[in-house]
């Protein structure tokens, strides 16, 4: 009966404004996240409860409400229980997208305290080959670490950084992985982390971001992110920058330059990028001028 009470509570509210006012008023989000709770262990109860609870959250009051009622806590139950199955791990990982969207604090620091990041890291390895899962616990990881930085100690701790480049080779040709791995990568390396750089280094995120960069050139928000991680890792190392030049990060900085002429963020991260790269160094400068760049 719950799983079929959530999947018409779904269908009704999908895309209907008017059904999804109406089970919002009526304490829709908080008896959507009673049901979860209570039947946590039934998959077929919790994935439509969720897909259900997804359509009701819509804005902050929404997430602020499905927060207090304990969704986040729900959903990481969710993911060490239901380990193995896929189609879990997916849900819940877009249940954790969708109550930290735009770095909501409140539920972000939940997340963490419940060791929400740690869950994110297993699915990530555990469910490796499936893009899916891969792209909903990249952007998961990354809501939770955005301008947090209890959350980007804990994600250090994970090793999560190591698993985001793992998951960024192994699915290089997919955009919806690159840009929330880039996106990941550029908050946990900024702001002078210094243990975040150096983890990020010693894994090969300079060369996984190059790679994205050069892959993805026409996704804006790729190349913002990934220009902005180059930023991070190379400023004021020249060990750094030389290995960035290996990988071709001149020539994939000055390409977002000319293929995102409009967009303000990726160009002043690209500049940005590129001056760290070539600053003080001839050699580096001359790659500049044969890869397009006019003085």
């Known amino acids: 009966e719950q799983h079929e009470a959530c999947m018409a509570l779904g269908t009704l509210t999908s895309g209907n404004v008017a059904c999804s006012n109406r089970a919002r008023n009526a304490g829709g989000i908080e008896a959507l996240v009673a049901v979860l709770h209570r039947h946590v262990a039934n998959e077929r109860v919790y994935t439509m409860g969720c897909r259900a609870l997804t359509h009701l959250t819509q804005c902050e009051a929404d997430i602020k409400r499905?927060?207090?009622a304990g969704a986040v806590e729900v959903a990481v139950a969710a993911m060490r229980k239901h380990a193995g199955d896929a189609v879990i791990q997916e849900e819940s990982?877009?249940?954790l997208v969708m109550l930290t969207i735009g770095s909501y604090e409140i539920n972000q620091t939940r997340a963490g305290n419940v060791d929400a990041i740690k869950a994110l890291v297993a699915t990530l390895k555990k469910h490796s080959v499936?893009?899916?899962v891969q792209i909903t616990a990249c952007s998961a990881l990354c809501n939770l670490v955005a301008d947090h930085a209890e959350n980007t100690v804990r994600a250090l701790n994970a090793g999560a950084i190591r698993v985001i480049l793992a998951t960024m080779r192994r699915h290089a040709g997919i955009q919806q992985v690159q840009t929330p791995a880039c996106q990941f990568l550029g908050h946990v390396?900024?702001?002078s982390n210094c243990e975040g750089v150096a983890q990020a280094v010693t894994a090969g995120a300079l060369e996984a971001v190059t790679a994205a960069c050069k892959q993805h050139v026409a996704d804006e928000t790729t190349?913002?992110?990934?220009?902005l991680t180059l930023v991070n890792v190379t400023d004021?190392?020249?060990k750094n920058v030389a290995r960035a030049v290996k990988a071709g990060a001149i020539h994939a900085v000055v390409a977002a330059t000319y293929r995102h002429v409009g967009s303000e963020g990726v160009s002043q991260n690209a500049c940005m990028a590129l001056l760290n790269l070539i600053i003080n160094n001839t050699e580096y400068m001359t790659q500049a001028r044969n890869a397009g760049?006019?003085?």
Do not use: H, K
């Open 93 to 95: 990982c877009v249940a």
């Open 236 to 238: 004021g190392n020249m």
């Open 66 to 68: 499905a927060g207090d």
């Open 223 to 227: 190349q913002f992110w990934a220009c």
């Open 293 to 295: 760049v006019i003085e």
């Open 130 to 132: 499936i893009n899916q």
């Open 189 to 191: 390396t900024r702001a």
